[in-house]
């Protein structure tokens, strides 16, 4: 059962004060939950997180397309969009990274990405016009206002955006659905893993196991001269606080992609151990530390026999 504080949420706020100073914490106290979701995204600050690092990206496409070298956004353009004609649509777009991608492997695709956050969305533009893409459009949108035409999406797609929203299944059923074509698909890049990051207990000692087996340098937390001890659990206060929209549903993703889609495809990704580990420290771990990481990815493997992934690559369709 999830706590409402932790011990950890007390580390974490330490962390977060030291790395980007108390405006960011104050800015925590919005009472208006929009604007504390949108605090968690500032373009300018530098995340010491897993996908940081080459090597992980790497194992990312290995376990995604089955080649380390073929990142998942081409794999999806060889493969599933044949339509190329069509349109794809990514809520949540971000910085535009992924969709650009697919843009430039699928010239005739019109590719649409939308954003609450206006100033990732202005990185978005600026970044396409860089690259003299004509067939992609960035707007600054809510998923819960923008509206379709019936039957005219090709493609969806989610780049961890879809744990962020709430109420899946009616998301699904009033809005997605009935936008998609018959036959089109959802292409799903994604945490999948317990509501709100509240890891089970078994999780959280598997991974502070893989933890111990750092050196103490290669787990210097960023920003800071503090070395990292621990893998602590998150309270439900601190996560509501920090970012309401985190997670808020993400157990539900894949019960209903399972029940309203035909699933064509659909892989482990992992995360378990990496990402509560390299939390923070993944920065030592970008061009260092290769014969510890590929410990820690044994680890996880070891750990994805018997419980599921908290991350998923799939394709699913639309039921005819």
Same mark, same amino acid.
């Given at each position: 059962?999830?706590?409402?504080?932790?011990?950890?949420?007390?580390?974490?706020?330490?962390?977060?004060?030291?790395?980007?100073?108390?405006?960011?914490?104050?800015?925590?106290?919005?009472?208006?939950?929009?604007?504390?979701?949108?605090?968690?995204?500032?373009?300018?600050?530098?995340?010491?997180?897993?996908?940081?690092?080459?090597?992980?990206?790497?194992?990312?496409?290995?376990?995604?397309?089955?080649?380390?070298?073929?990142?998942?956004?081409?794999?999806?353009?060889?493969?599933?969009?044949?339509?190329?004609?069509?349109?794809?649509?990514?809520?949540?777009?971000?910085?535009?990274?992924?969709?650009?991608?697919?843009?430039?492997?699928?010239?005739?695709?019109?590719?649409?990405?939308?954003?609450?956050?206006?100033?990732?969305?202005?990185?978005?533009?600026?970044?396409?016009?860089?690259?003299?893409?004509?067939?992609?459009?960035?707007?600054?949108?809510?998923?819960?206002?923008?509206?379709?035409?019936?039957?005219?999406?090709?493609?969806?797609?989610?780049?961890?955006?879809?744990?962020?929203?709430?109420?899946?299944?009616? +998301?699904?059923? /009033?809005? @997605?659905? &009935?936008? =998609? #074509?018959?036959?089109?698909?959802? !292409?799903?890049?994604? $945490?999948?893993?317990?509501?709100?990051?509240?890891?089970?207990?078994?999780?959280?000692?598997?991974?502070?196991?893989?933890?111990?087996?750092?050196?103490?340098?290669?787990?210097?937390?960023?920003?800071?001269?503090?070395?990292?001890?621990?893998?602590?659990?998150?309270?439900?206060?601190?996560?509501?606080?920090?970012?309401?929209?985190?997670?808020?549903?993400?157990?539900?993703?894949?019960?209903?992609?399972?029940?309203?889609?035909?699933?064509?495809?659909?892989?482990? +990704?992992?995360? /378990?151990? @990496?990402? &509560?580990? =390299? #939390?923070?420290?993944?920065?030592? !771990?970008?061009?260092? $530390?290769?014969?510890?990481?590929?410990?820690?990815?044994?680890?996880?493997?070891?750990?994805?026999?018997?419980?599921?992934?908290?991350?998923?690559?799939?394709?699913?369709?639309?039921?005819?």
């Amino acid at each position: 059962m999830a706590s409402w504080i932790t011990s950890g949420d007390f580390i974490e706020t330490a962390i977060k004060l030291r790395q980007r100073g108390l405006p960011f914490l104050l800015s925590k106290l919005s009472l208006k939950g929009e604007n504390r979701t949108l605090s968690a995204f500032q373009p300018e600050f530098e995340h010491a997180n897993w996908w940081i690092i080459p090597a992980i990206q790497s194992r990312m496409n290995l376990l995604a397309t089955g080649d380390p070298n073929k990142p998942y956004e081409i794999y999806l353009a060889e493969k599933h969009i044949q339509s190329e004609k069509g349109i794809l649509v990514s809520p949540g777009c971000g910085s535009g990274g992924h969709e650009r991608r697919i843009a430039s492997a699928c010239p005739n695709l019109s590719v649409i990405g939308f954003d609450l956050s206006s100033e990732l969305i202005a990185e978005a533009r600026q970044k396409t016009q860089d690259s003299r893409l004509l067939n992609i459009l960035f707007e600054t949108n809510s998923i819960y206002q923008r509206t379709y035409a019936p039957a005219s999406v090709d493609y969806f797609l989610f780049h961890a955006s879809l744990h962020h929203f709430r109420n899946i299944e009616n +998301l699904f059923l /009033n809005t @997605l659905l &009935p936008a =998609l #074509k018959p036959g089109g698909k959802i !292409f799903l890049h994604e $945490y999948t893993g317990p509501n709100r990051m509240m890891l089970p207990t078994h999780q959280l000692k598997a991974a502070q196991q893989a933890l111990n087996t750092l050196p103490k340098e290669a787990r210097k937390i960023l920003g800071t001269n503090w070395v990292k001890r621990t893998i602590y659990a998150h309270g439900e206060l601190r996560m509501r606080i920090s970012d309401p929209s985190e997670c808020i549903q993400s157990s539900s993703i894949l019960p209903v992609l399972h029940q309203h889609l035909k699933v064509i495809e659909e892989k482990k +990704l992992g995360g /378990n151990i @990496l990402m &509560p580990v =390299l #939390k923070h420290i993944a920065h030592h !771990f970008v061009s260092d $530390y290769s014969r510890e990481l590929q410990t820690l990815m044994a680890i996880e493997d070891t750990y994805l026999k018997d419980y599921p992934s908290d991350f998923t690559f799939g394709v699913y369709q639309k039921l005819d």
